[in-house]
């Protein structure tokens, strides 16, 4: 049974390019969540998508926007990049967020490194 | 507002155990996770506790969680080598409304000596 899988795992950019990162979520599972891990903090909460919906989103400009396919696949986009946005990019899939069973435990990939210069 | 809160570093023994707590700052119901880093790596799901519990035990591991304080803590017994790594706590503010976000501490950073 894969995980969740992410490519590419390293990217080097340079500011005001733009990126996209890719995310395959976990054998049954339907909602993808991304997260922002800079060095030295936790992740933060960038947006969820289920249905191929965004259903929630945190506090991220709107340069941040995602996609997810009808295979439940997902895509982040960063438009404009900045020197701020390297870190390491998480995606994490889960199985039904609308509470019909189980706990809703989030699964993580290993991440795409992103480094702009 | 949503918070949590770790210390930033913990250095045991081998074979000694470990403590690593955590504070939250909301009080409804949800779920309590703690996730294990290592180096260059994604994020491991270690276990986690629902806030109507106490307690959780999972071979090595045991989990407390205090919700008149919203304190949580991952206590890991035998600790090994293979247990050096970062330790998040993180918790759910989505979960009364049918979905689910996670918001993590900065993280404990657990050094293993011998």
């Known amino acids: 049974d894969a995980g969740v899988t992410q490519s590419p795992t390293h990217l080097i950019k340079t500011r005001g390019q733009q990126v996209t990162l890719r995310c395959s979520p976990k054998?049954?599972?339907?909602?993808v969540s991304w997260y922002q891990q800079a060095l030295g903090q936790g992740p933060q909460f960038i947006f969820q998508?289920?249905?191929?919906?965004?259903?929630q989103r945190g506090n991220f400009p709107d340069r941040f926007s995602g996609h997810q396919f009808p295979n439940y696949s997902s895509e982040l986009n960063v438009n404009a990049l900045l020197l701020g946005d390297s870190a390491l990019y998480l995606c994490?899939?889960?199985?039904?967020?609308?509470?019909?069973?189980?706990?809703?435990?989030?699964?993580f990939g290993p991440g795409t490194r992103l480094t702009v210069l | 507002g949503e918070d949590v809160e770790q210390s930033l570093f913990l250095s045991v023994r081998e074979g000694d155990s470990s403590v690593i707590n955590c504070t939250y700052t909301?009080?409804?119901?949800?779920?309590l996770y703690w996730y294990k880093q290592e180096p260059g790596a994604g994020l491991q799901l270690l276990t986690y506790?629902?806030?109507?519990?106490d307690m959780k035990q999972d071979q090595r591991l045991t989990v407390l969680l205090n919700k008149k304080d919203k304190h949580l803590s991952l206590r890991i017994a035998d600790t090994q080598t293979g247990d050096s790594a970062i330790y998040f706590c993180?918790?759910?503010?989505?979960?009364?409304?049918?979905?689910?976000?996670?918001?993590f501490g900065a993280g404990t950073r657990l050094a293993v000596h011998p």
């Open positions: 998508y289920y249905e191929e919906e965004e259903r």
């Open positions: 506790i629902f806030s109507n519990m």
């Open positions: 994490a899939s889960s199985f039904n967020p609308q509470r019909r069973g189980g706990t809703d435990t989030q699964y």
């Open positions: 993180a918790w759910d503010p989505g979960f009364s409304g049918g979905y689910n976000k996670l918001i």
């Open positions: 909301d009080s409804s119901s949800t779920y």
């Open positions: 054998s049954g599972h339907d909602t």
